[in-house]
């Protein structure tokens, strides 16, 4: 069955650190989403790639906070400078666009 | 703006015995509905999903959940939990349109007591 892939899975830095998170979808989904969850709560939306394009990027922190998705497969999510408040989980999904979305095993970023 | 409302934060319950898990939403737009289970330092698993048709929904692990559009409610039930079944669980709306985010809850904790 294919799988939303991630990685790293688990990423520890300092704070003003840089850190990339990297996702590749399901092939064949053109829509890419990613998710920032903080402990305890649900995760929500930070960007949304349609192909190569930024659908909606309006909740990304754009001063230090950047995604692409340049071929419109892959896709690299990055924090510079971290803060200790970036600390969560940073999921990826893809879709069919058919409605349901297939989530990454997300990457865990702890910022000391 | 589309919100969901997860009415408890924790349910505990025997093993064996039944369970639901509330869920309201908001919209005014016509939805599609999800329900997905998060197991510690994981990703999200689909549970179920309702997208259109019949207003009850099976998914997987013995799962099921009844749309309901005058009551906004998309309650998620398991006849018989297992110690397996112990994780969270999250609501999730989104625009009936195939290719908008999801808006999530906050999510239930469902602890399985042996």
């Known amino acids: 069955e294919a799988e939303v892939a991630q990685s790293p899975r688990y990423k520890i830095t300092e704070k003003s650190q840089a850190v990339a998170f990297w996702c590749d979808p399901i092939?064949?989904?053109?829509?890419l989403y990613w998710y920032r969850q903080i402990l305890g709560q649900g995760p929500e939306l930070l960007v949304q790639?349609?192909?190569?394009?930024?659908?909606?990027d309006s909740q990304l922190p754009k001063d230090r906070f950047s995604a692409e998705r340049l071929k419109g497969v892959d896709s690299t999510l990055k924090i510079q400078p971290a803060e200790l408040g970036d600390s969560a989980m940073y999921l990826c999904?893809?879709?069919?666009?058919?409605?349901?979305?297939?989530f990454g095993p997300g990457t865990r970023l702890l910022v000391l | 703006a589309q919100s969901v409302t997860q009415l408890d934060s924790q349910v505990p319950v025997f093993e064996e015995a039944p369970v639901e898990l509330r869920c309201n939403y908001s919209?005014?737009?016509?939805?599609?509905l999800f329900w997905y289970v998060q197991y510690p330092n994981q990703g999200l698993q689909l549970l179920l999903k309702?997208?259109?048709?019949?207003?009850l929904v099976k998914g997987i692990n013995g799962f099921e959940a009844e749309f309901n559009k005058s009551q906004t409610s998309f309650h998620l039930r398991k006849p018989s939990v297992h110690i397996s079944d112990t994780a969270e669980y999250f609501c999730?709306?989104?625009?009936?349109?195939?290719?908008?985010?999801?808006?999530f809850g906050k999510g239930t904790r469902l602890s399985v007591i042996a």
């Open positions: 919209s005014s737009v016509s939805v599609y």
């Open positions: 092939s064949g989904h053109a829509t």
């Open positions: 309702y997208l259109s048709g019949s207003t």
């Open positions: 999904a893809s879709s069919s666009g058919q409605g349901d979305q297939y």
């Open positions: 999730a709306v989104s625009d009936a349109a195939g290719n908008t985010p999801l808006v």
């Open positions: 790639f349609q192909d190569e394009s930024v659908v909606d």
